[in-house]
């Protein structure tokens, strides 16, 4: 049976406290928590815990990072996959006639995909003229 994710807004601990009180089992170290006690209970909430702590650093970390580049003027985040040239030219393909979805699936994206990138190409045409 595949485990699902808790949701972002549940932190380990919780997630942890919700698996004890539904029954679930969580395994550790290949041994599985099925017998209760509080042993068990003090090795689920250290082990949640820890990975809290390393969750909220990792965080710390990231946001440090991105802080820097920002200080150094580098760009932040993931590069865009299309540039203005590329919308240009689906913009220019649509406008002499090319049926949407056909842009859409040549050039590899969703149709709602494109015409987010038409509506970004619409307003960077905009702001330069």
Same mark, same amino acid.
């Given at each position: ?7 972002? @807004?549940?932190? =380990? ?9 539904? %029954? @679930? ?7 599985? &928590? ?5 042993? &068990? ?10 990975? *809290? ?10 946001? %440090? ?20 040239? &590329?919308?240009? %030219? ?11 979805? *056909? ?11 494109? =015409?987010?990138?038409?509506?970004? @190409?619409?307003?960077?045409?905009? @702001?330069?003229?």
């Amino acid at each position: 049976m595949r485990r699902r994710r808790a949701p972002p @807004h549940i932190g =380990y601990l919780s997630a942890a406290e919700l698996n004890k009180w539904t %029954g @679930h089992t969580i395994k550790l170290l290949a041994a599985e &928590t099925s017998e209760p006690g509080p042993g &068990t209970d003090m090795a689920v909430a250290l082990l949640a815990m820890f990975a *809290q702590m390393e969750r909220i650093y990792r965080l710390e970390r990231a946001a %440090g990072a991105r802080a820097a580049r920002e200080a150094r003027g580098l760009p932040t985040g993931r590069p865009a996959k299309r540039n203005a040239t &590329t919308r240009a %030219g689906a913009a220019q393909r649509i406008k002499d006639g090319a049926i949407p979805e *056909q842009v859409a699936a040549e050039l590899g994206v969703s149709r709602s995909t494109l =015409y987010r990138e038409l509506r970004k @190409h619409r307003e960077s045409t905009s @702001h330069e003229g």
